[in-house]
């Protein structure tokens, strides 16, 4: 639902990238179909598939994905700027206001820690106001308090942008800010918790 966040929990392998992946439109069913708004993902031609990804889902993945040669801003902007968005620079600079970089907006990427670099990746998802969030082990490459403060800003996400968000995860800490939790296990959902 818009502003609720669900976790997907298991063990690697266990299929939680591959859902985030259907999820995003990134990947398609080899059986059955993935609806947003009761159209099928695989339905879609390649210009439909890429105004999807750029205008209604965000991503957010572990290892970050900022270009390097992009200052922070430049990344958080670049998705706007694909999409010839008017406006892009501003909307870029209150996003990363709204993760508490403003100051580092001139920053390129080897000039900030792994938790800058996960709010600006978090800035740069939500840049365009996504109906769909996903993020796949977004606390992995960090440390607790920098890992706090990015699950903090995915759950405001939710409430603020009224966003589905999708978290991929191991650990019990992201999962305890999600109204559900739903454990796989070999490709299958095992069970499902509801705060």
């Not at 695989?42 to 999807?52: M, P, Q, W």
């Not at 290892?63 to 801003?73: M, S």
């Not at 000039?111 to 670099?117: A, I, K, V």
Request: hydrophobic share 45%; aromatic share 4%.
């Amino acid at each position: 639902s818009p502003g609720a966040v669900t976790a997907l929990l298991g063990r690697s392998g266990c299929g939680k990238t591959t859902l985030l992946h259907l999820a995003g439109a990134m990947d398609f069913p080899t059986a059955g179909e993935v609806l947003i708004d009761g159209r099928a993902t695989s339905s879609l031609g390649d210009s439909e598939l890429t105004a999807l990804r750029r205008t209604r889902v965000g991503f957010v993945f572990q290892f970050f994905q900022l270009l390097p040669t992009l200052t922070a801003l430049e990344n958080v902007e670049l998705p706007l700027l694909l999409a010839r968005t008017a406006g892009a620079t501003e909307t870029a600079r209150d996003r990363l206001r709204w993760v508490g970089l403003e100051e580092k907006a001139a920053s390129l990427p080897y000039q900030l820690s792994g938790g800058q670099m996960q709010r600006v990746a978090i800035a740069r998802a939500l840049v365009h106001s996504p109906d769909i969030l996903i993020a796949d082990e977004p606390t992995g490459n960090l440390d607790t308090a920098s890992g706090d403060q990015v699950l903090g800003l995915l759950r405001e996400a939710a409430m603020k942008f009224s966003a589905t968000v999708l978290v991929a995860t191991h650990s019990a800490e992201a999962a305890a800010i999600a109204d559900m939790r739903v454990n796989l296990r070999d490709g299958r959902i095992q069970s499902i918790d509801r705060s």
